[in-house]
């Protein structure tokens, strides 16, 4: 396998309403409005193109958006101008650029990137550099350092509600959320090198308390190549520890596809590969295939293009479950809008005949070496899928095409467009450029976060163990923690137990999310005589917004189990098991311990209660 | 290039200028990219200058001790593609179209962001090509590059008269693409200047700007052409979008309409009346108003003249009248006042100085025509149910019934820029000229 490169860039929303408006950036998914628009492509995007050809490719689809006036404003709408950047959030982006250890701009400039798949209203995507790397930008790994090349601050894309080839819907309560993008130098060399960067990349955003956690909160896209490959970005990866496997599986595509250029080598040149589409309607008459059948019954065609050399080449695997053929088919979906192709390494299959396999080999002009692709489709689309199979075959000669590409959640990935070019990109007009002040940078430096191991260097003093130290270091509740413990009656280590323990494991028995304020608000004012184990109960009904923090607090008063009633049920658990008690002796109270638990978990201290059943037992074996 | 002097000074040392590749050190600092100019120093780091990079984003750099280096792979700014040569099908309707500035005329410069306007036909079709199949663009030419609110009834002018002689050629229509601020202003000048119309003179313009994939415009001009081409209708007209999507656009008269909101696309509303039609990007059309003036087979005349010496003003709480004292000592001829709700400005303010019942009084005294409309935008004026109106009405002024405080301003101005006496001026701006004044109001035109 030839040396591998691979480069990441962070997608990481920040803790702020929207980037160019004031609109909050939660939602609920609820939307009271729809407003329908289309997108139109502009001559400057799409090169020298005469005006008919201008107009199929501007030949727009249908974009509805949800909106609602509890997560949207015109903005979004792009009803009216962005307004300005608040210092707030721009100081943010400065301090994770500074954190860094980046060169920050002295003048930071939004640009408009071109975006028309309707996932922006605007038909770009608001975005601003921020910071470039430099020597002592750096994320340290075990396998060797990898530099940062920039940070930009951005705003969030819609949400995809429905996709289809004529049209699209989207949420419009996720647009305009604040992010940074962080981009890495393709340095690694590794797929658990991709993985401990992106783990280091996450941490240290966490550190500075300005990010926001959750599902989908960051996302990575991933640039890789191999040695005479091609740089592949891989877009929206969210679950980090999948990386591994996308790098090894595209690692492993890009040999696969070298592998192919180099036998497509051996039996054929590229000038024999020419754009002569055939109309192999006719082959299929009387077919029993049920897919052509029903093409057939619209009034659609069957087309085939020879492949010349490419026999057994379309079959070939280039990712487990992902062959040659399937990248074809991936074309023929983007650019043609069918469901996939036929070739002929697969033949006979998909209910054709050996006599109709035959004859359309005969038609398309096989020879032993040469493969046939066939299309199902409305004219227009069967030709243009059919263009689009051409072209990548095409490349086929020369390995590795360039390509944006889609994560799956095999690991594996497939076709989404052409990389971009920089042409793409203009200046935004609407919002005059951002001067960044040497005093601005030096006050925002003074107050950088602590590096992890500092961190956890603290919180050993305050006396957490050192596991649950880095454990918090890691997690997502650093920032509570820390607001958390400077006004609580709780003990830190009671605090962090919470965070680290009580709360995942109500999550995992699909309990309610807590938001940060509810959260520290919760825990600063949880009072000394409630036992802790009413910590989640306390929260749970204080999120549930009917009462206020003295009703919550009365309530669980009332609702708290006091050490008589629990001492009369210990004494009747004792009781009723009597010979166990006398058998195991003390060791009956982990037992018995679980019982009343299961009846008084959340109502009094699980220590109080161990206490008080440890008591009776030895007091009955007396 | 508006470096500044000091920034400029480097530079010229160097040997570098806007569009050469350059590298920029300074400290831990590397930085290639292309220069470009700066648009503006007022806002931003002024000392900063302004760096392309091959990722496409422009940043700010001082130079401060940096080192710059000229590099091989210079660009050159500020040139647009020359575009190819479209032939037109010639059946097709013949239209004309001006542009007259505005964001619909602007085009950008997607490597510096700078702007340019728009004045070929090719320019037209490569934005939107859909125009090919539904007019045949005899004619397109670029009278000015003017903001709207920089307007004056000189453009007024040259806009009827350009919109005659095209359709004293033959047009089936004219699409006139103005800025939005004022459009309603030119769409009613137009409406009194242009005479026994016989075919539909399309006003447009884009509240987006055209080079995002969002832009109205195309939609307004393929929705206008299509009016322009299709309808038949003898007015000037706006067309614009109807609603925030782009589902379809409204025909709404010259002189029955208003910018609405600042930003929005379907910013102008018909006020006061119904649009006479809805179109659609499809080329359907439905009429919805019944009463409209049909195309007819002779050219228009121009009665473009216009007293300059016409004011609008506003009364509001606490206005004073001097303004009145002002314009009158001024020498204007004719003002339009804003007045509150039917009509009213103060005239038993406590503070009895306030009161502009002196100001007016003298003001029609000296000569000057006075005439009220409602700054509630919708409704008609009354100047009989409160005595403040009353005062008004006796005095001599003109209540405008149902007409839009802007149109009033430019009939006002129309009427006066002709040799008619006072009383004939009063007299005939409460003539309906072109659709501007009724006598009804309609349930169902209060819509907004």
Not at chain 1, 333 to 360: C, M, N
Not at chain 2, 113 to 133: A, D, H, I, Q, R
């Amino acid at each position: 396998m030839g040396s591998l490169k691979v480069g990441l860039e962070f997608h990481q929303r920040l803790a702020f309403h929207k980037l160019f408006c004031s609109c909050p950036s939660t939602s609920s998914g609820e939307a009271s409005g729809k407003v329908v628009r289309r997108l139109r492509a502009s001559a400057s995007e799409l090169g020298e193109l005469d005006p008919a050809a201008l107009a199929e490719a501007s030949r727009s689809r249908l974009f509805t958006y949800h909106v609602d006036d509890s997560f949207n404003c015109l903005v979004e709408l792009d009803e009216e101008p962005p307004h300005l950047i608040d210092d707030e959030i721009f100081d943010a982006a400065l301090e994770i650029a500074l954190y860094f250890n980046m060169t920050v701009v002295d003048e930071a400039r939004v640009m408009r990137k071109t975006v028309i798949d309707g996932s922006n209203t605007s038909g770009f995507q608001r975005t601003l550099l921020v910071a470039l790397g430099n020597d002592d930008s750096i994320v340290e790994t075990s396998e060797g350092p990898v530099r940062l090349k920039s940070l930009c601050l951005e705003e969030e894309s819609a949400f995809i509600v429905e996709s289809g080839r004529e049209a699209a819907e989207y949420r419009l309560d996720r647009l305009g959320i604040p992010l940074v993008e962080i981009a890495t130098e393709p340095d690694i060399k590794s797929p658990s090198q991709a993985l401990e960067t992106a783990e280091e990349v996450g941490l240290a955003l966490r550190m500075t308390g300005k990010v926001m956690r959750g599902l989908g909160t960051i996302r990575q896209d991933l640039n890789i190549s191999v040695e005479g490959g091609a740089r592949q970005e891989i877009k929206g990866v969210q679950n980090l520890k999948l990386i591994p496997e996308i790098v090894e599986r595209e690692a492993l595509r890009q040999n696969s596809l070298l592998r192919i250029r180099d036998l497509l080598r051996t039996r054929c040149s590229p000038e024999k590969l020419t754009y002569d589409p055939v109309d192999l309607t006719g082959v299929f008459k009387e077919t029993r295939s049920k897919l052509i059948l029903k093409a057939l019954s619209k009034g659609e065609v069957v087309y085939g293009l020879k492949a010349p050399g490419f026999k057994g080449l379309l079959g070939m695997e280039l990712q487990p479950g992902r062959r040659f053929g399937t990248e074809l088919a991936d074309y023929a979906r983007v650019w043609g809008g069918l469901q996939g192709i036929i070739h002929t390494d697969e033949l006979p299959g998909y209910g054709i005949s050996e006599k109709e396999f035959t004859e359309a080999c005969r038609v398309l002009g096989l020879s032993d070496e040469d493969a046939g692709v066939i299309v199902v489709g409305e004219l227009a689309r069967a030709e243009a899928a059919l263009k689009a199979v051409y072209s990548r075959l095409l490349k086929a000669f020369e390995g590795v095409p360039s390509e944006t590409r889609r994560a799956l959640e095999d690991g594996n990935t497939d076709y989404l467009r052409p990389l971009p070019g920089s042409a793409r990109m203009y200046p935004e007009t609407d919002i005059p450029p951002i001067p960044v002040s040497r005093e601005r940078l030096e006050r925002i430096r003074l107050t950088l976060p602590k590096k992890p191991q500092e961190k956890i260097k603290e919180l050993e003093a305050i006396g957490l163990s050192s596991h649950m130290a880095q454990q918090l270091v890691r997690s997502h509740y650093l920032f509570v923690f820390e607001k958390s413990i400077l006004a609580s009656g709780l003990t830190p280590v009671a605090i962090a137990s919470f965070l680290l323990n009580t709360l995942p494991y109500v999550r995992r028995e699909g309990g309610k999310e807590f938001s940060d304020e509810q959260l520290i608000t919760v825990l600063r004012t949880f009072p000394s005589d409630l036992p802790r184990d009413m910590i989640q109960e306390a929260l749970t009904l204080f999120a549930d917004k009917h009462m206020s923090l003295e009703e919550v607090y009365e309530e669980l008063r009332r609702r708290r189990v006091g050490e008589e009633e629990l001492r009369a049920e210990a004494k009747r658990l004792v009781e009723e098991n009597i010979s166990y008690v006398k058998e195991k002796g003390v060791n009956s109270v982990k037992l018995l311990m679980g019982r009343m638990m299961e009846k008084f978990r959340g109502v009094a201290e699980g220590a109080t209660i161990y206490r008080i059943l440890m008591e009776e037992v030895k007091r009955r074996l007396e | 290039m508006p470096y500044s002097e000091e920034v400029e000074k480097k530079l010229s040392e160097k040997g570098v200028k806007p569009g050469d590749r350059i590298l920029l050190k300074r400290g831990r600092l590397i930085v290639e990219g292309v220069l470009l100019p700066r648009e503006e120093v007022d806002f931003g780091d002024g000392y900063a200058i302004v760096i392309k990079l091959d990722n496409g984003y422009n940043v700010g750099f001082r130079l401060d001790d940096g080192e710059i280096v000229k590099l091989e792979g210079s660009v050159e700014l500020g040139k647009f593609k020359a575009l190819e040569k479209v032939e037109q099908d010639k059946t097709l309707p013949p239209v004309s179209i001006f542009s007259t500035g505005g964001t619909i005329s602007a085009r950008i410069d997607y490597y510096t962001g700078g702007v340019s306007m728009l004045f070929t036909p090719e320019e037209v079709f490569y934005n939107v090509p859909e125009v090919l199949k539904i007019a045949y663009l005899r004619r397109v030419e670029r009278l000015f590059s003017l903001a709207s609110e920089d307007m004056t009834h000189r453009e007024w002018s040259t806009m009827a008269r350009k919109a005659a002689e095209s359709l004293s050629e033959g047009d089936a229509g004219v699409l006139i693409l103005h800025g939005t601020d004022t459009m309603h202003y030119t769409s009613a000048a137009l409406s009194f200047m242009l005479r026994g119309l016989n075919a539909p003179v399309v006003l447009i313009g884009s509240q987006r700007s055209s080079d995002r994939g969002s832009r109205d415009s195309d939609m307004n001009i393929i929705c206008g052409l299509n009016v322009a081409t299709k309808m038949n209708l003898g007015e000037v007209v706006v067309c614009m979008h109807a609603e925030s999507g782009d589902t379809f656009n409204n025909v709404i008269r010259g002189t029955r309409v208003r910018k609405m909101h600042s930003t929005r696309r379907d910013a102008f509303k018909p006020v006061n009346s119904p649009p006479l039609a809805r179109v659609w990007p499809d080329g359907r059309v439905e009429m919805v108003e019944k009463e409209f003036r049909p195309r007819g087979t002779e050219p228009p005349t121009v009665d473009d003249v216009f007293e300059p010496k016409t004011a609008l003003v506003k009364a509001y709480p606490g206005s004073d009248p001097e303004v009145i004292d002002f314009l009158v000592d001024k020498g204007y001829r004719g003002i339009v006042i804003e007045g509150t709700g039917m009509g009213h400005v103060p005239t038993e303010p406590l503070d009895r100085k306030l009161s502009w019942v002196n100001s007016v009084k003298r003001g029609l005294e000296e000569g000057v025509v006075i005439a009220m409309a409602s700054q509630c935008v919708f409704g008609r004026v009354d100047p009989y149910v409160y005595r403040n109106a009353r005062i008004m009405m006796k005095l001599g002024v003109v209540y405008c019934e149902d007409m839009l405080s802007e149109v009033a301003y430019v009939k006002l101005g129309w009427l006066l820029g002709h040799c008619f006496d006072n009383e004939t001026v009063k007299k005939l701006m409460l003539h309906n000229f072109a659709g501007e004044i009724s006598m009804r109001s309609l349930f169902s035109t209060y819509r907004l």
